[in-house]
């Protein structure tokens, strides 16, 4: 019983410290603002209605949209697919809403395929791929992008994040239970390779 008890205790300390370390990254890259050149800013959807983008997509837009007149890259590319019933993707409503805010819709693609972050990313990776983009921007809410990079890594691109700096993702009382929820989809991606299907956004 003593032994088993032992090694039960040592398979807890295990969970413990690699949970600690996942979040401890979370933090890390949430606080991240990379703004090397880069091939392409790349944009996670978020919720959409009928085409206008949600407070928290909104957020992402607009922090890409800073990043593309610094001249962080010469492009963004929208990513995010649809529910069903939708007439448009997050990707196409991403684009127009940046094309009405002036960034060259020539400089705009919109990738309108993916429910999850990593369907997504692997459907804006063939179109990254096709046009010889290799390296991004990733922007997100500062609790996501570390499971994104992550994934976006995974795929082969050269990644860097830089994290919106304001909108509801900020808000008071938001971080622990997106941390949590992150943290729980990094560790299900680490172990199985997949997406954990953890639902929408906690905000």
Do not use: C, K
Not at 52 to 81: C, K, M, N
């Amino acid at each position: 019983m003593r032994t088993l008890l032992r090694y039960l205790g040592g398979a807890v300390l295990v969970v413990a410290v690699i949970v600690t370390g996942v979040v401890l990254r979370i933090i890390q890259v949430a606080g991240s603002d990379e703004r090397v050149a880069a091939d392409a800013i790349v944009v996670l959807g978020a919720a959409q209605y009928d085409g206008e983008p949600s407070p928290v997509f909104q957020a992402r837009l607009d922090h890409a949209a800073a990043l593309y007149r610094a001249g962080v890259a010469p492009r963004i590319v929208t990513i995010g697919g649809g529910l069903t019933g939708d007439r448009t993707t997050e990707g196409a409503a991403g684009a127009a809403y940046l094309s009405t805010a002036g960034v060259d819709a020539a400089d705009l693609t919109a990738v309108g395929t993916g429910d999850d972050t990593l369907a997504s990313l692997r459907a804006a990776d063939i179109v990254l791929t096709e046009n010889g983009w290799t390296s991004v921007v990733l922007v997100t809410d500062p609790w996501h992008a570390a499971r994104a990079s992550l994934m976006a890594s995974d795929l082969g691109l050269a990644v860097q994040v830089s994290p919106v700096q304001d909108g509801p993702s900020l808000r008071d009382g938001v971080a622990p239970a997106y941390v949590t929820r992150e943290a729980l989809g990094i560790l299900y991606y680490r172990l199985t390779g997949g997406s954990s299907g953890a639902g929408s956004t906690v905000l």
